[in-house]
């Protein structure tokens, strides 16, 4: 918890013997993440390729290629955008020495890529986005291949949305070249792709389940409070008096929490955090540094570092007809398929006090929200969101109709 994803891949990593090296592929904002990694102490070599033009994972593929050189020994091929349950999923499909590429079973495969298998298990074809799929097992983006059996097809043309698919090169090395590419299998709950934004704190659950260990950091100071079910408190962290912890829940180090603040199941809150009096927070990632006001909600929503939340600040996380909740991505209205989801919330934004957020509303980093308001659209980050209402003040007429408003002795 509380580590960009690309940690939890190295992690993962650094634990597999076959592996020797690390290439990573990186475009935008490169600058941090190889200053991150840098940062870091890791046992495998790491190696950057800057992928200049980012026209598809065909291409980021191709680059590393060009980069490397093209071998024979096994290589593994993850995206850095999935989230997985079982991380040893790496050392074992490098173990076998196979070429495989890993399928996982979901309830609506139209917007993947569709795997077609075999009689004997092997990879037939991959189907980008069918919309009359056969088949409910899709590509999760974790590959185990020899490159000189995959390189001389990589050229492939540009798809329709004009990127250069990796999986048009699987296809045309099964098809034309006979590879042989056998699919594992791993079940739904062990896999995310986090490409929407509740994806997030899909994540955070799945890790909050799989890997959150009941333990208080040595240096964390608890006045009476209530802490039900597994929870971590990091080092410095100070639980103030009335404050209720729901498990499982994720508390990072030199953190201030209350006094009489209830945190519920499945919230992650990060290092050097504010959350003031009697705030509640549920099923919510709290990234670092960001402050919360006393009297504030917020509820299945991402609050990004810095972030400043002004008192009764209130984050809906519920639709008034009970719908699922949606959010604008690229343009188009798009359903979370969720019942309940609150607000994605930009580094260093503020609000004001008694601001209320409606479900599905995204706040752009750096951006100011006015005291009092109802945020029922996006606001786009450098913004300013004001409303303004024109104050009406009338007389009270007294019984007998004058307009004397003196005190009575």
């Not at 690309?6 to 690390?22: F, G, K, R, S, T």
């Given at each position: 918890?509380?580590?960009?994803?690309?940690?939890?891949?190295?992690?993962?990593?650094?634990?597999?013997?076959?592996?020797?090296?690390?290439?990573i592929v990186v475009g935008y904002m490169k600058e941090k993440i190889i200053s991150l990694v840098n940062s870091l102490s890791l046992k495998k070599k790491i190696r950057f390729v800057e992928q200049e033009d980012e026209l598809g994972t065909g291409h980021a593929v191709k680059t590393a290629l060009e980069k490397i050189g093209v071998t024979s020994e096994p290589t593994l091929i993850t995206y850095s955008d999935l989230f997985l349950g079982k991380w040893d999923l790496y050392f074992t499909l490098t173990s076998s020495g196979e070429s495989a590429i890993v399928g996982v079973p979901v309830p609506d495969p139209t917007n993947y890529g569709v795997l077609y298998l075999k009689d004997n298990n092997q990879l037939e074809k991959i189907v980008e986005k069918p919309s009359k799929p056969s088949s409910n097992l899709i590509n999760a983006g974790i590959y185990v291949i020899r490159p000189n059996e995959i390189s001389k097809y990589i050229d492939t043309p540009p798809s329709p949305r004009g990127e250069i698919e990796f999986t048009d090169a699987i296809n045309r090395a099964v098809s034309e070249g006979g590879l042989s590419i056998a699919v594992k299998t791993i079940d739904k709950e062990s896999w995310i792709d986090i490409g929407l934004p509740w994806n997030l704190l899909e994540a955070n659950k799945l890790a909050l389940d799989k890997f959150l260990k009941d333990i208080l950091g040595s240096n964390s100071k608890e006045c009476p409070a209530c802490i039900e079910g597994p929870a971590y408190i990091g080092d410095k962290t100070t639980i103030k008096p009335g404050t209720y912890i729901e498990g499982p829940a994720y508390i990072g180090e030199n953190a201030k929490i209350g006094p009489n603040t209830r945190i519920r199941p499945y919230t992650v809150i990060c290092n050097n955090t504010r959350i003031g009096f009697s705030v509640e927070i549920k099923s919510s990632l709290i990234m670092e540094h960001a402050k919360i006001s006393h009297f504030a909600y917020v509820g299945d929503s991402i609050i990004c570092d810095h972030v400043n939340l002004g008192a009764g600040t209130m984050i809906a996380n519920l639709r008034f007809d009970d719908k699922p909740v949606k959010s604008l991505i690229r343009g188009k209205m798009i359903s979370s398929g969720r019942r309940k989801f609150g607000s994605v919330i930009g580094s260093y934004a503020k609000t004001g006090v008694n601001v209320s957020i409606l479900p599905g509303v995204k706040i752009g980093c750096y951006s100011w929200i006015y005291p009092g308001v109802i945020v029922a659209q996006d606001v786009p980050s450098h913004s300013f969101y004001k409303v303004l209402i024109k104050p009406y003040i009338t007389p009270i007429k007294n019984e007998e109709g004058d307009e004397d408003h003196e005190n009575a002795d």
């Open positions: 918890m509380c580590k960009p994803l690309i940690l939890w891949h190295l992690d993962a990593l650094e634990q597999v013997p076959e592996i020797n090296e690390i290439i």
